[in-house]
T-cell receptor, first 111, second 113 residues
Framework: GDSVTQMEGPVTLSEEAFLTINCTYT??????LFWYVQYPGEGLQLLLK?????DKGSNKGFEATYRKETTSFHLEKGSVQVSDSAVYFC??????????FGAGTILRVKS | DVKVTQSSRYLVKRTGEKVFLECVQD?????MFWYRQDPGLGLRLIYF???????EKGDIPEGYSVSREKKERFSLILESASTNQTSMYLC????????????FGQGTRLTVV
């Protein structure tokens, strides 16, 4: 079945450092890909998405590009802030509408 | 704003009790989901509903059942709670379609003692 694999955390960075969180997926068809973020004590919220190959999703300085050839959707940000500390989830959705998540990556940003 | 409301933020129940977790959405979404969130395991799908009275099992349905009698409400039922069901439970809803965003509730932290 469909699955999503994320890099293990926690990832600890200093403020203004470059962030990459790796995400790869396995799917039978052509899924849409998502990054969700969960701030402490809150539910998940959509960060960005891409619906077809080579699409780039972006929001709040975060970016991810849908790479069909490597089945990847890595999350990047050029300069992280303390307020970016959260748990980040990669997810996919395809035929049947089920939404499948990775294990999540904890990001800690130190000032 | 879309709102997904879960009936309780925290619940403590005894082993063997029947437990109901309620979720209500206000955006006329066709799809609703129940997930369980555990450290290191991410979100695992328990059940998915794509319309009223329609449901599909997710990855970990054992020990759970669901009910969707009205479009806006999706209930998760633990028939006989056990300590290994202690977890964070998240409800979500979305429109149909593979590229649509899911909206999440705040979660219910269930402890079974």
């Amino acid at each position: 079945g469909d699955s999503v694999t994320q890099m293990e955390g926690p990832v600890t960075l200093s403020e203004e450092a470059f962030l990459t969180i790796n995400c790869t997926y396995t799917a039978t068809g052509y899924p849409s890909l998502f990054w969700y973020v969960q701030y402490p004590g809150e539910g998940l919220q959509l960060l960005l998405k891409a619906t077809k190959a080579d699409d780039k999703g972006s929001n709040k300085g975060f970016e991810a590009t849908y790479r069909k050839e490597t089945t990847s959707f890595h999350l990047e940000k050029g300069s992280v802030q303390v307020s970016d500390s959260a748990v980040y989830f990669c997810a996919l959705r395809e035929y049947g509408n089920k939404l499948v998540f990775g294990a999540g990556t904890i990001l800690r940003v130190k000032s | 704003d879309v709102k997904v409301t879960q009936s309780s933020r925290y619940l403590v129940k005894r082993t063997g009790e029947k437990v109901f977790l309620e979720c209500v959405q206000d955006m006329d979404h066709e799809n609703m989901f129940w997930y369980r969130q555990d450290p290191g395991l991410g979100l695992r799908l328990i059940y998915f509903s794509y319309d009223v009275k329609m449901k599909e099992k997710g990855d970990i349905p054992e020990g759970y059942s669901v009910s969707r009698e009205k479009k806006e409400r999706f209930s998760l039922i633990l028939e006989s709670a056990s300590t290994n069901q202690t977890s964070m439970y998240l409800c979500a809803s979305s429109l149909s379609g593979t590229n649509t965003e899911a909206f999440f509730g705040q979660g219910t932290r269930l402890t079974v003692v």
